[in-house]
């Protein structure tokens, strides 16, 4: 599995991962060059390293677990502070019955083991998407999308429940049926989870709240994937300022589904600084907040807009 680390400005270290595997090959590549006045001096080694995970997630919850775990240990040993799983990380069943079947609530069997497992390795967890058994399940049968962050004791510090329901068929890819940040050692996050990458005033009200760092855990489809997945993360990472985090589902699942993969960082300047090849794995990247903020205050694109005109986010002008 190949993944970057940010060295700032101008290159990135390619690590050459496997699950539970020691690094097998280091190398240089350069990444985009940023304006001069922008860059960084901090040295990467001081930066918050966090760690994106690609998984193919299939009906067996046992199996899907043992893989997160083995990539969460391995995000740990190499010295992250938080790592992000996708949605979906759970399982992801055959049919509607068998996603009903599976299903848990957030204190079921599951989420305690992702505690136990944030504990032992003393890092913070994404979630990216459980199939959550609401408080209403035993009149509705109905289960939420929800993206579930813990820190390094196993406590859920936030939720989310997907905002957007993917609810489309494209021809060739089959059927989808599907607020504030939160202070991490990485930054502050903005939850969202997949389909939530369309609608840019999600995004920026994020940002407008203080987010620093967008994460979009995924699923996306093989046929939508390659058209839309690296513009929509770059387009919301550049328009918001943010790093933006979307750790993805990868592969195939079983005989009715297959998903994209190239989980991503991108850079508040919208640069890839990190990505996943094919197959499950990991890859890392240093957040700058540093940069972060000379490139808000060099670029201060929220202060420029101008709601008097087009309305503020979604709303319109009367």
């Not at 970057?4 to 991962?17: E, G, K």
């Not at 929800?146 to 429940?161: E, I, M, W």
């Not at 079983?254 to 990991?282: F, I, N, Q």
């Not at 890392?284 to 972060?292: D, E, H, P, Q, V």
Request: glycine fraction near 8%; charged fraction near 20%; charge should be positive.
């Amino acid at each position: 599995m190949l993944g970057f680390i940010t060295r700032p400005p101008h290159q990135l270290l390619s690590l050459l991962l496997c699950p539970g595997l020691r690094i097998l090959r280091l190398s240089v590549h350069c990444a985009q060059p940023r304006p001069r006045a922008m860059a960084s001096s901090s040295s990467s080694w001081e930066l918050p390293l966090v760690a994106v995970c690609q998984v193919t997630s299939t009906p067996d919850k046992q199996q899907n677990f043992k893989t997160c775990a083995e990539l969460v240990r391995e995000a740990a040993r190499l010295g992250a502070c938080l790592a992000f799983l996708p949605e979906a990380f759970d399982f992801i069943a055959r049919d509607p019955a068998e996603t009903l079947r599976l299903s848990e609530p957030l204190g079921g069997n599951l989420l305690g083991e992702y505690t136990q497992l944030a504990r032992e390795c003393g890092l913070w967890l994404s979630l990216g998407g459980f199939h959550e058994r609401g408080q209403d399940w035993e009149q509705t049968q109905k289960i939420y999308n929800c993206h579930v962050l813990l820190n390094s004791k196993g406590s859920v510090v936030a939720t989310y429940r997907k905002t957007h329901l993917c609810d489309v068929e494209i021809p060739g890819q089959g059927p989808m049926r599907e607020k504030s940040p939160v202070d991490t050692p990485a930054g502050k996050i903005g939850l969202a989870v997949c389909y939530d990458m369309r609608f840019p005033e999600l995004s920026l009200a994020l940002a407008q709240a203080g987010a620093e760092i967008l994460t979009y855990p995924s699923a996306f489809g093989s046929v939508t994937g390659p058209a839309h997945w690296e513009v929509l993360l770059r387009a919301r990472a550049i328009e918001t300022q943010c790093y933006v985090v979307a750790a993805a589902q990868c592969g195939r699942h079983h005989e009715k589904r297959a998903s994209y993969g190239h989980s991503m960082v991108v850079d508040p300047w919208g640069t890839v600084v990190a990505r996943c090849s094919e197959g499950p794995g990991l890859c890392l990247a240093r957040i700058n907040l540093s940069y972060l903020r000379q490139l808000r205050q060099h670029l201060p694109v929220f202060q420029h807009r101008r709601p008097d005109l087009y309305g503020n986010l979604s709303h319109p002008v009367s």
